[in-house]
């Protein structure tokens, strides 16, 4: 299940939310945060581009 990231609020209105996972690791692996569904099997697509160049 995704969760509420990003609230978007122009002029005091809620204009928008993107909902979605996150996972944070420190150097060794290890989770900091976690939000979310974030064992899901997901396809990045273009979010991979940059590790592929």
């Known amino acids: 299940m995704?969760?509420?990231?990003?609230?978007?609020?122009r002029?005091?209105?809620?204009?928008?939310v993107h909902r979605g996972s996150l996972i944070v690791l420190d150097p060794q692996g290890e989770v900091v945060v976690s939000l979310?569904?974030?064992h899901t099997p997901i396809?990045?697509?273009?979010?991979?581009?940059p590790?592929?160049?």
């Open 2 to 9: 995704s969760v509420e990231l990003v609230e978007v609020v």
């Open 11 to 16: 002029s005091g209105f809620r204009e928008c």
């Open 36 to 38: 979310g569904e974030v």
């Open 43 to 49: 396809y990045p697509r273009s979010s991979n581009k």
């Open 51 to 53: 590790l592929q160049a």
